[in-house]
């Protein structure tokens, strides 16, 4: 009796109040410290703001293994946590270009398709949830390199002839990511098309 009693009790719900879901509020928290600092535009507030961009990038990191090696992945941790990302990225992608370190086109493009693709996925996840492709996964990691390297005033910091090559590194890094957002984005819309049109998965 006693067996059969514990097969069919119910397992208890992971609860919202976590150490994932935490570190995920932090990286929320940081953001507009973040946005202060460079709006200093000193050298050492932009060295300091790059500091405070690396810390929320690694919560990203900390937050999703704890979440899944511990058994904590919730609904509502999820949603925070991908939101979380793209109020970090967009903040640091319009305050760089507005401090006119990255070109406002590679800005327009990078947030349209964030918040294109995450709308995408929320209209299709009743039929099927699409799963990060590699190419998101290594444009994500190249735009949080990039952003974390145009963060710090390199020619201030290093002098005029080896800041402007630190620089240039930066761009090119996001330049190759912008590429990458775009080639991913029109993947994810053609799968959409195949799975509104024929119900055929994506990954088929």
């Known amino acids: 009796m006693s067996d059969q009693g514990d097969r069919g009790a119910a397992v208890p719900a992971v609860s919202n109040w976590n150490l994932p ?3 995920t509020g932090v990286r929320i928290l940081l953001v507009p410290i973040y946005v202060v600092l460079l709006m200093q535009d000193t050298v050492g507030t932009r060295v300091a703001a790059c500091a405070v961009f690396v810390v929320a990038a690694l919560t990203d990191r900390w937050d999703g ?4 090696t511990r058994g904590l992945v919730t ?3 999820t949603m925070l946590d991908t939101l979380a990302d793209k109020i970090l990225v967009v903040a640091a992608l319009v305050m760089l270009s507005w401090l006119g370190e990255v ?13 294109g693709i995450m709308a995408l996925k929320s209209l299709l996840s009743r039929r099927e949830v699409i799963a990060p492709s590699s ?12 952003l974390a390297v145009l963060t710090v005033d390199w020619v201030g910091l290093l002098g ?6 630190m620089y240039w590194l930066g761009m090119v890094v996001l330049y190759v ?8 984005a029109v993947d994810y819309v053609v799968k ?13």
């Open 135 to 146: 190419g998101g996964k290594l444009k994500a990691v190249l735009q949080m390199v990039a």
């Open 75 to 77: 609904k509502f941790g």
């Open 192 to 204: 959409a098309v195949r799975i509104v049109r024929t119900g055929q998965s994506s990954k088929a």
């Open 21 to 23: 879901n935490a570190l």
């Open 177 to 184: 990511a912008t590429a990458i957002a775009v080639v991913t």
């Open 103 to 115: 070109p406002w086109w590679v800005t327009i493009v990078l947030v349209v398709r964030e918040f």
């Open 65 to 68: 293994h704890i979440a899944r």
């Open 160 to 165: 005029s002839e080896l800041g402007p090559w």
